[in-house]
């Protein structure tokens, strides 16, 4: 399939890679040209999140599990699951504790995957590549916490108190 001309011109790598910090999690995420580029990207600033991270705010980009290598990461001896909310599974290294990836029993198209553990290459060295990935083009889930000057000053997507989906939650500008 040959890359129409405004593809042509977008960031698209064919695959970025990640892992923990131990190094003991290794991943690529392919990004061929029938995945969604840039992918959807969100941040999270609820309070599992918050713990879970370590991170005030926490960016993740949504991917199919067949876009990642290897997947399940259950394949690593390191990689283990919390089961945070029931069905809802947060995914780490045991040996460094890097937070990876958030996944739902009950929606398994997708699983979102947190982006501090992409490696620099792409998010630094590869400018375009960073910035489209860390700029969230979906929402910004739970500014109700946000710090204000602080957390609330990320640009991109629709800001939501909480959730999108759990009725009742105003949306904010
Ligand atoms: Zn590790
Ligand atoms: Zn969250």
Redesign the pocket.
């Given at each position: 399939m040959s890359p129409s001309k405004s593809e042509s011109k977008s960031n698209r790598p064919a695959s970025i890679t990640g892992g923990?910090?131990?190094?003991?999690?290794r991943y690529t995420i392919n990004f061929s040209q029938d995945t969604k580029w840039p992918p959807e990207s969100a941040t999270c600033q609820c309070t599992m999140c918050r713990k879970w991270t370590s991170s005030l705010l926490a960016p993740f980009i949504v991917v199919r599990p067949s876009q990642l290598t290897p997947y399940p990461f259950t394949k690593f001896l390191?990689y283990t699951e919390y089961e945070s909310s029931r069905n809802r599974f947060r995914g780490f290294?045991t040996?460094?504790?890097?937070s990876l990836i958030w996944r739902s029993d009950d929606q398994k198209e997708t699983l979102d995957l947190f982006l501090g553990t992409v490696d620099e290459k792409w998010l630094v060295q590869e400018k375009d590549v960073g910035k489209d990935l860390a700029t969230p083009n979906q929402f910004q889930f739970w500014c109700e916490n946000a710090i204000e000057g602080v957390t609330d000053v990320v640009r991109g997507g629709r800001k939501f108190l909480k959730e999108e989906d759990e009725g009742g939650e105003r949306e904010l500008k």
């Open positions: 923990c910090l131990c190094g003991s999690i390191t290294c040996k460094c504790g890097s």
